[in-house]
């Protein structure tokens, strides 16, 4: 069974598939590195994701014990 955060962080390699690749501050959207977030990009996603599951996804399931 899933935890409530792994549901999220899943939501969030659903909503971008380089959720898990580091960006660095520098790069920018014309750097080397195309692909990825910074760390205030992923908690800005994660967040965002977490207040979908916890208003619309949450209150119609049932976590087993």
């Known amino acids: 069974m899933k935890t409530r955060e792994e549901i999220i962080t899943s ?3 659903t909503w971008r598939h380089d ?3 580091d960006k660095q501050e520098h790069d920018g959207p014309g750097g080397l ?3 990825g977030l910074t ?3 992923r ?3 994660w ?3 977490a207040q979908i599951f916890d208003n619309n ?4 399931m ?3 014990q």
């Open 11 to 13: 939501m969030c390699y």
């Open 19 to 21: 959720y898990g690749l």
């Open 33 to 35: 590195i195309s692909a």
């Open 39 to 41: 760390d205030v990009e």
């Open 43 to 45: 908690k800005l996603l």
């Open 47 to 49: 967040r965002q994701m």
């Open 57 to 60: 996804i949450a209150p119609h």
């Open 62 to 64: 049932e976590f087993k």
